[in-house]
């Protein structure tokens, strides 16, 4: 069960990305948090690409596709993945090709409004990564994670000048993979045209990984 979700900035690649990964049993592998970690430990590569995250711009393919294909190439991997943000340039796909198989591209398709009123309001677990929103999905209590306890904080990415960045990156790089993928007849479409529960896309998630299976 080879799986990955492409959407816009804000577009939920992380919330379902991770209730994919829980239900099915296969790991999640989210190349913006791997690239977080690494700035935050300030490795050598978290160095080299702390600036484009900064400002919102892809790291280039070289570095993705290496950090990707070591990840893949684990035991974990075998039966199966879902890719969070990756591919997002065409030689990313192309070099995906190389590594393995995808039987499904979730598209999450939802429309700017959504977008920017999700990412102002997002919160993040700074222990276990858990993702809030300030009007969907509140904490019980202010700054503090339902799950662990731990603090919640705002991405820097997620201010209006770097979103705006991201979601021109996605636009002009990002979408045409989609068409790619189209091309092969293995998108599922989840139409957000406004807000909707988490559960009721799951549902259509869901549905989609059923015809896979
Ligand atoms: P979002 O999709 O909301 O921008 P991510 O966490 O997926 O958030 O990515 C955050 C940042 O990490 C991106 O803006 C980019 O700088 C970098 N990044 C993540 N995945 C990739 C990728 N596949 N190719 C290039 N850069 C990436
Ligand atoms: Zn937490």
Do not use: W
Not at 33 to 62: A, C, M, N, T
Not at 99 to 105: G, I, K, N, S, T
Not at 136 to 162: H, W
Request: one cysteine or more; glycine letters at 8%.
């Amino acid at each position: 069960m080879n799986i990955t979700i492409i959407g816009p900035p804000g577009g939920g690649k992380g919330t379902y990305s991770t209730r994919i990964s829980d239900k099915y049993g296969i790991p999640h592998i989210a190349t913006g948090d791997i690239f977080r970690s690494e700035v935050d430990e300030q490795s050598e590569l978290g160095k080299k690409i702390e600036k484009y995250l900064e400002k919102g711009e892809l790291v280039p393919d070289e570095i993705v596709n290496k950090v990707v294909r070591k990840r893949i190439s684990e035991p974990d991997c075998k039966k199966g993945f879902v890719l969070d943000g990756y591919p997002r340039t065409f030689p990313q796909a192309k070099a995906l090709e190389e590594m393995a198989e995808l039987d499904l591209v979730i598209n999450l398709d939802v429309s700017e409004e959504v977008i920017i009123e999700r990412l102002s309001n997002r919160r993040i677990c700074k222990s276990c990564g858990k993702i809030y929103n300030l009007k969907s999905l509140p904490p019980e209590k202010e700054g503090v994670c339902d799950q662990c306890g731990g603090e919640l904080y705002q991405r820097p990415d997620d201010e209006p000048e770097v979103i705006r960045n991201r979601l021109k990156e996605y636009k002009k790089r990002t979408q045409p993979i989609i068409d790619f993928y189209r091309e092969k007849g293995i998108v599922e479409d989840i139409v957000f045209k406004e807000e909707r529960p988490i559960e009721d896309a799951m549902k259509d998630i869901h549905a989609a990984i059923g015809k896979i299976n």
